[in-house]
């Protein structure tokens, strides 16, 4: 399972990849907004951080603006990922891109019918939001196990599953049991995965009693 981290707060991306667990980056017109940054700086900055996938969201809703858009924003790096909405225009956009060798991310992905447009369309990637479907009283994790399930039915399917919009821990681990390629994580859903009350009372009682020996190891 790949972990990426949904920030465009560069400082954040930095000391996360520091812990060797980062394999991507991904953004939104909303994430690029609370950076304060100009989106072309950010992204290139990112992309010297983490070598793996960062996405960069098109702002523009018709085809021919997507793609003028698409082609700034892969020129920043090599691992630039465009990002396209789930519209006709932005699944003929990754029809066009993905054809070009370009990888893609359609976000805004909320039915396993618009997932398979996206698998058609050639995505590297498809991005359902479960924590926006479980606020309006719908189970996003249940369309994670829906399209997961329908991509493994055919093989020219290669479009990976990547789990946006996730808010908590259990949402990582319902992706994972259901074999979900990748989750894309807030950086504070990212450091709660590594709490446990045990884990710190333990260590406290390890570091006490080691203590007590006087000893050391280096
Ligand atoms: O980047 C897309 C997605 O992860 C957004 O999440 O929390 O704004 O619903 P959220």
Redo the contacts with the bound molecule.
Sequence with gaps: MKFFV?TADTAEIKALAASGLLDGV???P??IAKSGRKILDVIAEICEIVDGPV?A?VAATDYDGMMREAAVLRAIAHNVTV?LPLTPDGLRACRMLSGEGVMTNV??CFSAAQAILAAKAGATFV?P?V??LD?IGQDGMELIDEIVTIYDNYEDFDTQVLV????NPIHVTAAAKIGAHVV?L?PNVLRMLYAHPLTDKGLAAFMADWAATGQTIA
């Design positions: 949904d991904t953004t939104n909303s994430l996405s969201e990002k976000t805004l991005s939001f924590g926006r606020d946006a919009s996730v808010r894309t807030p």
